[in-house]
Nanobody, 115 residues
Framework: QVSLVESGGGLVQPGGSLRVSCEAS???????MGWYRQAPGKERELVAV???????VYGDSVKGRFTVSRDNAKNTVELQMNNLKPEDTAVYSC??????????WGQGTQVTVSS
């Protein structure tokens, strides 16, 4: 079982920056950590994930603006979001997959980009 605690998010003007963080509690080895998002009326989409070895994968819409990082010792993952756009407004959920194949999403934190 995996427990996730998310923090960060909030309201920011277009062009601004925000950071969201997530800490995972589990006795299982963690493989991939990262973030998905879901905007109202849209399907959940990949934002960014990162492997235990540090290889990131980004969604096309955030490449060059967002950076994902993790601390394996602390089981934490962070998403630094720069040059935010109104279309980035969504609920951002932490994602963890374990070496046993278990996938868990957090409850999410709201990110709103508006002037």
């Amino acid at each position: 079982q995996v427990s996730l605690v998310e923090s960060g998010g909030g309201l920011v003007q277009p062009g601004g920056s925000l950071r969201v963080s997530c800490e995972a509690s589990t006795t299982s080895p963690i493989n991939v950590m990262g973030w998905y998002r879901q905007a109202p009326g849209k399907e959940r989409e990949l934002v960014a994930v990162i492997t235990r070895g540090g290889s990131p994968v980004y969604g096309d819409s955030v490449k060059g603006r967002f950076t994902v990082s993790r601390d394996n010792a602390k089981n934490t993952v962070e998403l630094q979001m720069n040059n935010l756009k109104p279309e980035d407004t969504a609920v951002y959920s932490c994602y963890v997959s374990t070496s046993w194949g278990t996938e868990t999403w957090g409850q999410g934190t709201q990110v709103t980009v508006s002037s």
